[in-house]
Antibody, heavy 126, light 108 residues
Framework: EVQLVQSGAEVKKPGESLKISCKGS????????IAWVRQMPGKGLEWMGI????????RYSPSSQGHVTISADKSISTAYLQWSSLKASDTALYYC???????????????????WGQGTLVTVSS | SYELTQPPSVSVSPGQTARITCSGD??????AYWYQQKPGQAPVLVIY???ERPSGIPERFSGSSSGTTVTLTISGVQAEDEADYYC???????????FGGGTKLTVL
């Protein structure tokens, strides 16, 4: 059974750093792209970026570039989303999700997202 | 940056047909994907590559594309279809993905 299990909720202060995780199981972790999606309280979905754990090829949305870092450790089938200096506006629910097999190699414009983690709630407040 | 535009809300009675639109300049050259999200749950893919339905998704869900607009159609709407629906696609160069703002489907 394919599963993406995310790390637990976090409460941080502005300016602090944070790294949240997403562990994949039940499939070949290095063969599928993993994306991160943000959902601010009561708002819609925002695509942040995507990584291919097989070679760590990473792409970012324009709004996320420079604000977060996406990485992966294929030895433990885990993808990460990290911040070096959190802001109150980073308060949101963060999902990791797997790009499905209809995606075409490194063309990140293709493929649906078929499995999702349970979400990690990040709260940034002084 | 690139944007996809959806109506904030659509309301239909049970058994009727719901149509949710999504507009974007790059849609003629990029596939669209549709996700359903119910309160407190992760999104679920309901349509991929404009009009393909993943296994396990009811046949009443369908997708279509015409120029810069794609449409999710739910025929014979049921109470369980009440949810937020998001379209997703890519910018014209295929560099990154974006979601539409979401449409809240209310079943009256």
């Amino acid at each position: 059974e394919v599963q993406l299990v995310q790390s637990g909720a976090e409460v941080k202060k502005p300016g602090e750093s944070l790294k949240i995780s997403c562990k994949g199981s039940g499939y070949s972790f290095t063969s599928y792209w993993i994306a991160w999606v943000r959902q601010m309280p009561g708002k819609g979905l925002e695509w942040m970026g995507i990584i291919y754990p097989g070679d760590s090829d990473t792409r970012y949305s324009p709004s996320s570039q420079g604000h977060v870092t996406i990485s992966a450790d294929k030895s433990i089938s885990t993808a990460y989303l990290q911040w070096s200096s959190l802001k109150a506006s980073d308060t949101a629910l963060y999902y990791c999700t797997r790009r499905d097999a209809t995606g075409i190699a490194a063309d990140v414009s293709t493929g649906g997202f078929d499995y999702w983690g349970q979400g990690t709630l990040v709260t940034v407040s002084s | 940056s690139y944007e996809l535009t959806q109506p904030p809300s659509v309301s239909v009675s049970p058994g009727q047909t719901a149509r949710i639109t999504c507009s974007g300049d790059a849609l003629p050259k990029q596939y669209a994907y549709w996700y359903q999200q119910k309160p407190g749950q992760a999104p679920v893919l309901v349509i991929y590559k404009d009009n393909e339905r993943p296994s396990g998704i009811p046949e009443r869900f369908s997708g279509s594309s015409s120029g810069t607009t794609v449409t999710l159609t739910i025929s014979g709407v049921q109470a369980e279809d009440e949810a937020d629906y998001y379209c997703q696609s890519a910018d014209s160069s295929g560099t990154y993905r974006v979601f539409g703002g979401g449409t809240k489907l209310t079943v009256l």
